[in-house]
């Protein structure tokens, strides 16, 4: 399995907390190799400020989202989102050099791109050996999906 960054952007709050219930319930039948580690779902206002809707805890390590999705929900929001990806990544131990020499920058380009004021996106910090299963998923809900594979 691979352990991956992976975003859903969605033009509707509800697809997205429907996808997020359906990877959820992914996770929990044990029927595909897929775990979910982290995950968080965001919003973009119209101004463009980011929100967190929704977390799911990272029991074995403390923290609602790895350092990793933390960051990248900073370059999402721009200079508001920062603080709250910094306050969602934090107590990592990793320098912000690190984590951001982790993430493509093609990846970035396209997230932060396609996540525009009024969207909704789930982030997810998962293992997974088919990206097949998610992939069906974000489609039926018309999302899109964006994944990086994390050293």
């Known amino acids: 399995m691979t352990d991956r960054v992976i975003v859903a952007t969605f033009n509707d709050t509800n697809a997205a907390y429907d996808a997020a219930s359906a ?8 029927t595909v190799d897929f775990k979910l580690k982290t995950g968080v779902m965001i919003k973009k206002d119209d101004l463009g400020n980011v929100q967190l809707l929704e977390e799911k805890d990272r029991h074995l390590f403390g923290t609602a989202v790895g350092t990793i999705s933390g960051a990248l929900i900073g370059l999402i929001g721009g200079a508001p989102g920062a603080a709250v990806g910094a306050a969602l990544g934090a107590t990592s131990g990793l320098t912000g050099d690190a984590v951001m020499a ?7 380009d396209s997230v932060t791109k396609d996540m525009r004021p009024g969207m909704t996106a789930i982030v997810v910090e998962a293992d997974e050996k088919s990206t097949r299963p998610v992939d069906d998923i974000v489609a039926l809900k018309g999302g899109h999906v964006y994944r990086q594979a994390v050293q």
């Open 23 to 30: 990877l959820k319930a992914l996770k929990n039948t044990g």
């Open 102 to 108: 982790t993430l493509d920058d093609d990846f970035v």
